[in-house]
């Protein structure tokens, strides 16, 4: 097969080797990004208006809103450059892994300062990220810690603001992209990408460092070690959706993955086989939110789910890399 | 300390009688990591005009080692999250020691010794915590851990001995990784890099940070010139549509001073400086950028850039007897004048990340 490709290749002019990225640019901006983060924004102004007609923490109409928000978020996470890097947005929206307990920090200063920024949008806006986003209301919805802190109606409007700022950021990235997505395309000198191999360079780069998120993180954090598990540290446990973040994400890489290598069949294939493996066994772990690692079964379960992600940043690295072009050297990949 | 130091001294001079210096392995003026062919990691002692003096296996992947300042001895350290380093003897190749980690603590890849030799300062990573740290070692007493201070700051990488002698430069590149998570950085919207220095006990003389809209731009490595003037280099970890300077200069109680290339050049660098060196005649600055596969040179009195090099994957970096010198991942041992860079020699070997001198001359 390899020596058919080969055969084949010699028959061609060298220009024939340089790769028309435009159709698969185009394709993952049409169709990957742009359609995600409108899902985002649209999802993100139904919270806010949620929050505004219920802001009761147990109110189901508005658990149900930020499921769907946050849903949406995961599902675009992996597109981290350009618009969600302005102001730093995509952090505001998620502030994790917070490993030095910022966003309980954030919160309680609010609540016992009965901080007046709640009011405004804008003076919310300036106040830590790590007390926005979607992980900051998770603790307010579902922490108790958080159900008695303050007075109740300091709580709503909490509650409220931090729905009305994700869903700021969420319409800005959304609106950013409008223009950012020609920039994918339409690269030269004076643009973002000096040329196609740029944007698809960090087309490829959204995919490893999205796969490595999921696998090293969202995974890697709550196993710990063998002697010292971390199930506490399992992203979003408080409303149980930890397991829910890893199969998301995956689907979401695997549609940017078959887009990538649409060009390359026998990688697409690859691709399909190894993230349908992976998915399926996350949707089969019935484990929402990591607390099997503390036992031998269960970790092994959730290792078991993370090689399933190694084996897919495999063939991202072996297979997809080399056949887009996209090859880097010792020192280069190294990142020390 | 200082009784402790002088009784130790008496030890090591007793217990390990005259040890070979540098000129006993052919006199390398730099210690370098490299992948060989076969797949072996080696430690090798190079010369300034790419002359390959020794080889020694190593376990694994290396990071950076630290050079005795009289014995030849190099402290090979494990990659980051690495929990050992090895003080190996190169005139043979034995293992001197071994140098573990203590619990709850991983090495970043960097140390450097003390003028007199007597001391290891490691940079570390006390993870449960996420502090910095810095690892002393008892060089007389086989190399025994003494103790630890903190680095000032989170995720300290280079460290430097600086020209008084008398206290240590550390990179503090700001972010916070945990081994559970390999190399992920957990603690990207919050970082802080900074440049501290300190004395030898770990009391914190000088703190410098950069401005704000700098602060997600990764202190990471280090040199040091003759007058104490100290050049870092960054790595940049906010969005790649930004440009900023990956190289810095501060002189004690002054203010930082950042150097970049022309957008044109500075956008082709994907915003990762690898190493940085003075030119032996102090007059240059430079910085290697593997990933934009080039070497920046400056001028160092009017902070003014000179010119860009293309050179595929560089990333070792030091001074040389006329310039500098350079090693690429592709095996190359290159030097750069005032105006041109020549290939010295082709390895068969990939060169790993850094050049760390060797004094010969002590």
Same mark, same amino acid.
């Given at each position: /097969? ?26 993952i901006a049409q169709s990957h990004i742009l359609p995600s983060y409108a899902r985002l924004a649209d999802t993100a102004q ?23 928000a946050?849903d949406s978020w995961i599902s675009v996470s992996h597109m981290r450059f350009g618009p969600s890097e302005v102001?730093?947005r995509a952090?505001?929206l ?40 979607? #992980? ?30 994700i869903a700021?950021n969420a319409t800005a990235i959304d609106t950013d992209w409008q223009t950012y997505a020609?920039?994918l ?14 944007? /698809?360079?960090? /087309? #490829?780069?959204a ?8 696998? +090293? ?35 979401a890489?695997?549609d940017l ?13 690859? #691709? ?38 190694? +084996? ?25 | ?362």
């Open positions: /097969m390899r020596k058919l490709v080969l055969l084949a290749a010699l028959a061609l002019p060298l220009t024939a080797f340089a790769q028309d990225r435009e159709p698969i640019l185009l394709d139904v919270l806010s208006e949620t929050a505004k007609a219920d802001c009761a923490p147990n109110s189901d109409a508005l658990r149900a809103a930020y499921a769907d946050f102001d730093d952090f505001s998620a502030f994790w892994p917070d490993t030095k307990g910022f966003t309980p920090r954030a919160l309680s200063r609010l609540i016992d300062d009965n901080d007046n920024a709640v009011q405004t949008a804008a003076e919310f806006a300036e106040t830590s990220v790590a007390g926005r986003g979607f #992980f900051a209301l998770e603790q307010m919805l579902y922490d108790p810690a958080f159900a008695d802190q303050g007075s109740a109606e300091y709580r709503c409007d909490l509650i409220r603001a931090i729905a009305a700022d700021a020609q920039s395309t339409r690269t030269g000198e004076n643009s973002r990408y000096r040329n196609d191999d740029e944007a /698809m360079q960090e /087309m #490829f780069k995919l490893s460092t999205g796969l490595e998120f999921t696998a +090293d993180t969202r995974l890697g954090r709550p196993l710990g070690s063998f002697e010292r598990p971390r199930p506490k540290r399992a992203e979003a446990r408080r409303s149980a959706r930890s397991l829910r973040h890893v199969e998301l994400s995956l689907i890489l695997q993955a078959l887009r990538l290598s649409a060009d390359h069949p026998d990688v697409t294939e690859d #691709f399909q086989a190894a993230f349908d493996r992976a998915i399926q066994r996350a949707q089969s772990l019935g484990d929402p939110n990591f607390a099997g690692v503390s036992t031998p079964e269960g970790r092994f379960r959730v290792e078991a789910l993370q090689q399933t992600v190694s +084996d897919i940043r495999r063939i991202a690295n072996t297979q997809l890399g080399p056949a887009l072009g996209i090859g880097a050297g010792f020192n280069s990949l190294d990142g020390d | 300390m200082t009784s402790r130091r002088r009784f130790l001294q008496g030890l090591a001079a007793a217990s390990l009688g005259p040890m070979p210096g540098w000129s006993a392995v052919g006199a390398p003026d730099f210690l370098a990591a490299a992948l060989f062919p076969d797949g072996s990691y080696r430690l090798a002692g190079l010369t300034a005009s790419g002359a390959v003096v020794f080889t020694l296996p190593l376990p694994g992947r290396g990071h950076a080692a630290a050079a005795h300042p009289q014995y030849a001895q190099a402290v090979a350290f494990a990659r980051r999250p690495g929990t050992f380093a090895l003080v190996i003897d190169c005139t043979s190749g034995s293992e001197v020691a071994r140098l573990s980690a203590p619990p709850g603590h991983h090495f970043y890849g960097h140390g450097t010794f003390s003028t007199d030799g007597r001391l290891l300062f490691t940079t570390e990573n006390r993870f449960e915590q996420g502090d910095g740290m810095i690892g002393v070692w008892d060089v007389g007493n086989g190399y025994a851990r003494l103790g630890s201070f903190s680095s000032g700051g989170i995720g300290p990488h280079d460290i430097v001995l600086m020209p008084d002698g008398a206290s240590i430069a550390i990179a503090n590149g700001g972010i916070e990784t945990h081994p559970d998570t390999g190399r992920t950085k957990l603690n990207l919207p919050t970082m802080r890099p900074n440049l501290t220095y300190c004395d030898l006990n770990g009391s914190v003389i000088e703190q410098v940070e950069l401005p704000h809209r700098l602060r997600k731009n990764s202190i990471r490595h280090l040199a040091v010139r003759d007058d104490g003037l100290v050049a870092f280099a960054m790595q940049w970890q906010g969005d790649l549509s930004e440009h900023p300077p990956l190289l810095g200069l501060h002189q004690r109680g002054g203010t930082p001073v950042l150097l970049a290339a022309g957008d044109s050049d500075q956008s082709t660098l994907q915003g990762y400086a690898g190493s940085v060196a003075f030119s032996s005649n102090n007059q240059t600055v430079a910085i290697t950028c593997p990933r934009g596969n080039s070497l920046h040179g400056f001028d160092v009195e009017s902070g003014s850039f000179k010119a860009a090099y293309a050179l595929e994957d560089v990333c070792g970096l030091g001074a040389g007897p006329d310039g500098l010198v350079y090693t690429t991942g592709t095996g190359q041992v290159g030097r750069l004048s005032e105006t041109r860079t020549e290939r010295m020699a082709l390895s068969e070997c990939q060169w790993d990340n850094h050049l760390v001198p060797v004094q010969t001359g002590i």
